[in-house]
């Protein structure tokens, strides 16, 4: 399977030229077989330039489809196969009768899920538009707005299908990396941004550093009031974590009442000052009436280029049950 992610289309709709390309190939070299066939046609009535824009589109959409398998595609070289294939159903129209205008169909829909939103928009205005003068001309006006407006019709369902589809997407890619109750990222995204921190020290000595935060006691909190407010405890420390983190700061729920705050760019002693006051500011806001809920954090940076993920959450691990070992609410971290 080729799985790609076409990074030159900043498109909000469903793209095609992200994800899973097999199909695509397919559908394109399928395209490409039929243009031919076209060309060769209309190189034998003459119609010589019509011939050679199938024909360069072919080359094109060919040469486009090679740099998408070696991901070099760039969205320049799809507007430059938009920009000839338009050209030559005009120029199919123009030599072949109104009739070729039913052509436009598939393209205006493809268009929506090809181009980034403003340029397929702006695409489909200007075909519309022209489609409306030349059926205007050589049609009755009903049978030219009928045509026009089932062009439109096209239009508008494939972008509200693919709104739809896109919102749908969004939602589940976000239900896939995050934890539901709390909104945290999920233990799946970690080892990725771990990497990325790892990388960014490798490189450029710019230290990152993590907190491993654990609720303490919180099965006596279960036990006495019950997982209800055992779970509002949960979701009440994110959002007081969340408040006081930067935009780049990134929380996971690694477990029950488990945590990972991974802090870019972030020296060993400034993390450990985010954690201080993480623990201060639990007891100046109270997450149960009455009652202090405390945490024990353990703090670790990126230290040696040839650390792992694995080692780099061991030793914050390590440090955060010597946190509970040593009477817990506090900051332990090696130093």
Same mark, same amino acid.
């Given at each position: 399977?080729?799985?790609?992610?076409?990074?030159?289309?900043?498109?909000?709709?469903?793209?095609?030229?992200?994800?899973?390309?097999?199909?695509?190939? $397919?559908?394109?070299?399928?395209?490409?077989?039929?243009?031919?066939?076209?060309?060769?046609?209309?190189?034998?009535?003459?119609?010589?330039?019509?011939?050679?824009?199938?024909?360069?589109? *072919?080359?094109?959409?060919?040469?486009?489809?090679?740099?998408?398998?070696?991901?070099?595609?760039?969205?320049?070289?799809?507007?430059?196969? *938009?920009?000839?294939?338009?050209?030559?159903?005009?120029?199919?129209?123009?030599?072949?009768?109104?009739?070729?205008?039913?052509?436009?169909?598939?393209?205006? @829909?493809?268009?929506?899920?090809?181009?980034?939103?403003?340029?397929?928009?702006?695409?489909?205005?200007?075909?519309?538009?022209?489609?409306?003068?030349?059926?205007?001309?050589?049609?009755?006006?009903?049978?030219?707005?009928?045509? !026009?407006?089932?062009?439109?019709?096209?239009?508008? @369902?494939?972008?509200?299908?693919?709104?739809?589809?896109?919102?749908?997407?969004?939602?589940?890619?976000?239900?896939?990396?995050?934890?539901?109750?709390?909104?945290?990222?999920?233990?799946?995204?970690?080892?990725?941004?771990?990497?990325?921190? /790892?990388?960014?020290?490798?490189?450029?000595? $710019?230290?990152?550093?993590?907190?491993?935060?654990?609720?303490?006691?919180?099965?006596?909190?279960?036990?006495?009031?019950?997982?209800?407010?055992?779970?509002?405890?949960?979701?009440?420390?994110?959002?007081?974590?969340?408040?006081?983190?930067?935009?780049?700061?990134?929380?996971?729920?690694?477990?029950?009442?488990?945590?990972?705050?991974?802090?870019?760019?972030?020296?060993?002693?400034?993390?450990?000052?985010?954690?201080?006051?993480? !623990?201060?500011?639990?007891?100046?806001?109270?997450?149960?009436?009455?009652?202090?809920?405390?945490?024990?954090?353990?703090?670790?940076?990126?230290?040696?280029?040839?650390?792992?993920?694995?080692?780099?959450? /061991?030793?914050?691990?390590?440090?955060?049950?010597?946190?509970?070992?040593?009477?817990?609410?506090?900051?332990?971290?090696?130093?």
């Amino acid at each position: 399977m080729n799985l790609i992610k076409f990074n030159g289309n900043n498109s909000i709709l469903p793209n095609l030229f992200e994800g899973e390309l097999t199909y695509l190939y $397919i559908i394109n070299s399928i395209a490409c077989f039929f243009v031919s066939i076209f060309a060769i046609r209309n190189f034998y009535y003459g119609n010589y330039l019509l011939a050679i824009t199938l024909s360069s589109y *072919v080359i094109c959409s060919a040469f486009t489809t090679y740099q998408l398998r070696k991901h070099r595609a760039q969205q320049s070289q799809i507007n430059l196969c *938009v920009t000839i294939l338009l050209f030559a159903l005009y120029l199919t129209v123009f030599n072949w009768g109104v009739s070729a205008v039913n052509w436009f169909y598939p393209v205006v @829909i493809a268009l929506v899920f090809i181009l980034p939103p403003k340029t397929s928009v702006i695409c489909n205005v200007l075909v519309l538009i022209g489609i409306s003068w030349i059926t205007f001309e050589a049609l009755p006006f009903i049978e030219s707005f009928r045509l !026009t407006f089932s062009l439109f019709l096209s239009m508008l @369902i494939s972008y509200l299908v693919g709104a739809h589809v896109t919102k749908l997407h969004r939602v589940l890619q976000h239900e896939s990396i995050s934890d539901p109750l709390t909104g945290a990222l999920n233990r799946r995204q970690l080892d990725q941004h771990l990497t990325q921190c /790892k990388e960014s020290y490798n490189n450029h000595k $710019i230290p990152a550093s993590l907190l491993m935060i654990d609720i303490d006691h919180f099965k006596s909190i279960n036990d006495t009031y019950g997982h209800d407010v055992g779970d509002d405890v949960i979701v009440g420390l994110v959002k007081l974590i969340k408040a006081y983190c930067r935009p780049d700061d990134l929380l996971f729920r690694i477990g029950g009442e488990e945590f990972i705050l991974l802090l870019p760019n972030t020296s060993l002693d400034n993390a450990v000052n985010v954690a201080n006051k993480l !623990t201060a500011q639990l007891k100046a806001e109270p997450l149960i009436e009455q009652s202090v809920v405390t945490v024990s954090i353990g703090v670790a940076q990126t230290r040696d280029e040839a650390d792992s993920n694995s080692s780099w959450l /061991k030793s914050a691990d390590e440090l955060m049950y010597q946190a509970k070992l040593t009477g817990r609410d506090r900051v332990c971290y090696d130093s």
